[in-house]
């Protein structure tokens, strides 16, 4: 049974920082290509950031230069670091894996995130 548990979430002012954990099991996960997305209140689900197997990333034009994504294969985890954050970035975080051939897709429940001052 796969399973993606995120964490970290929570509510803070403008201009701080979280990290938002998600912690994969039932997946060869170093196989996978790790990524964050997340959707707004009334919004589309967007992608914020993505990391491949070789631990090449990528960003959205809107959070790059704030957030890092990276990964930790040993334990199994992909985190992403959002700081400098804002208004904007309220939103429900959702980890997702998606296997190199895209026939294996992944989510977890998200973590609600809520910039406010």
């Known amino acids: 049974q796969v399973q993606l548990v995120e964490s970290g979430g929570g509510l803070v002012q403008p201009g701080e920082s979280l990290r938002l954990s998600c912690a994969a099991s039932?997946?060869?996960?170093?196989?996978?290509?790790m990524g964050w997305y997340r959707q707004a209140p009334g919004k589309q689900r967007e992608l914020v950031a993505t990391?491949?197997?070789?631990?090449?990333?990528n960003y959205v034009d809107s959070v790059k230069g704030r957030f890092t994504i990276s990964r930790d294969n040993a334990k199994n985890t992909v985190y992403l670091q959002m700081n400098s954050l804002k208004f904007e970035d309220t939103a429900v975080y959702y980890c997702?894996?998606?296997?190199?051939?895209?026939?294996?897709?992944?989510w977890g429940q998200g973590t609600q995130v809520t910039v406010s001052s």
């Open positions: 997702n894996a998606r296997s190199g051939s895209g026939l294996s897709n992944f």
């Open positions: 990391i491949g197997r070789s631990g090449l990333s």
């Open positions: 039932g997946i060869m996960f170093s196989l996978y290509v």
